[in-house]
């Protein structure tokens, strides 16, 4: 058994929209296929991955690091005898040899994707969904049969109006789900709010709404929406400050009685370790938004979910970034407390598998080998052409 070729693509997700620090007029993926030598059903066994929105494509990093050193490693060392299959944690370990400790530019993002692909094809050997696999490996073979997510959105774009941000909402919801979360900060704060109320006049009620700053405040700033927001009794007030300022966060959180949310530009588990001891974040509200995709990987992400535990955090605090479906099968296999859904945005690679519809905020995943891809046929088209690239 062994890993045949690994080839990536860099692909364009642009579009008008923006939140209140980037737009995504240029913004890139990487799509990853890892080709091994075991044969099902007739064909050789692929692994697929790609990395979250947010962070550009990282082919560069891919084939000069991770792929040389996964080419020139022993075929044998990165294989689980015990388990028949290929070994993830020692693939990993393979593709960080002679990497320094300490910070990560865009490697968390390049190791992320390949993993990602490395355990489509780990449960593809298997002979199992990515959910179930994780479940009988992990949480002694139960897993959530459905998942919590909601609909993210309310992006800004030019020309678009309050009407159009209403429809917008609206049409989450008429797909089944309960929760949306829009943007803010990136229009001066009357005007947000403005743009909260016309939500909540589609919504009904502060619970069903979540609002995104994506880092943009400094403290003064998101004290002022703190205050501000605080009737609407929101779901949740996403990630105010600098995701690295701890202190922001922690004198936000003395402030802001509702539930608070942030995580998803923290790629480690000491990252995660150190948002717990200074970030004044509540482990009986508050969620944590680590994406695996952008945070090394699945290996990396089982770390971080042992760091939460031992400070006292469920998994159910977790719901994470990217909207995609590898964040959904590791909710659904490790219970976690729900996912991030893109249904209009970041196609194809945003939502979930077709023919499986959002019913009460709650979506099933499919019954197939792999992590579903195969079940998303406009994703999946762009996948198999990685392997003509």
Not at 185 to 202: F, S, T
Request: aromatic share 10%; net charge negative; with cysteine.
């Amino acid at each position: 058994m062994r890993i045949v070729d690994i080839r990536e693509k860099t692909v364009s997700i642009a579009s008008s929209i923006a939140n209140a620090y980037i737009d995504f007029s240029k913004m890139t993926c990487s799509v990853v296929a890892v080709v091994t030598d075991v044969v099902r059903d007739g064909k050789p066994v692929v692994g697929f991955g790609f990395n979250s929105n947010g962070r550009y494509g990282q082919g560069a990093l891919i084939r000069e690091r991770m792929v040389p050193r996964l080419r020139e490693a022993d075929p044998a060392a990165l294989v689980d005898e015990g388990a028949d299959n290929l070994d993830p944690f020692a693939i990993w370990a393979t593709m960080m040899a002679n990497e320094k400790p300490g910070g990560h530019g865009e490697r968390s993002v390049a190791v992320g994707t390949v993993d990602m692909a490395v355990w489509d094809a780990v449960a593809k050997i298997a002979g199992q969904p990515l959910w179930r696999l994780l479940a009988d490996r992990y949480r002694g073979g139960q897993a959530d049969d459905k998942v919590w997510v909601y609909a993210a959105g309310g992006y800004y774009y030019p020309g678009k109006d309050l009407t159009q941000l209403k429809d917008e909402m609206r049409s989450y919801r008429d797909r089944g789900y309960r929760v949306v979360k829009m943007k803010i900060g990136g229009a001066p704060l009357a005007e947000d709010l403005r743009r909260i109320e016309a939500v909540l006049g589609v919504v009904g009620e502060g619970g069903c709404l979540a609002v995104d700053a994506n880092g943009r405040f400094d403290l003064a700033t998101a004290v002022a929406y703190a205050r501000a927001l605080e009737p609407y009794g929101l779901y949740w007030y996403e990630e105010a400050g600098d995701p690295l300022d701890y202190a922001l966060q922690k004198e936000l959180s003395a402030v802001y009685p509702g539930r608070m949310a942030t995580g998803e530009n923290l790629f480690s588990h000491q990252d995660a370790r150190n948002l717990l001891r200074y970030g004044g974040m509540n482990p009986e509200q508050d969620v944590l938004q680590f994406d695996c995709a952008l945070s090394y990987g699945l290996v990396e992400y089982l770390r971080t979910l042992d760091v939460l535990a031992a400070a006292g955090w469920s998994t159910r605090r977790v719901v994470p970034h990217g909207g995609h479906q590898m964040s959904l099968n590791i909710a659904a296999g490790l219970h976690l407390g729900g996912n991030e859904s893109y249904p209009d945005v970041f196609q194809p690679f945003g939502g979930f598998a077709d023919g499986i519809a959002v019913e009460d905020g709650f979506v099933g995943l499919p019954d197939l080998p792999g992590i579903g891809f195969e079940a998303k046929p406009a994703l999946y088209k762009v996948m198999k052409g990685v392997l003509d690239a």
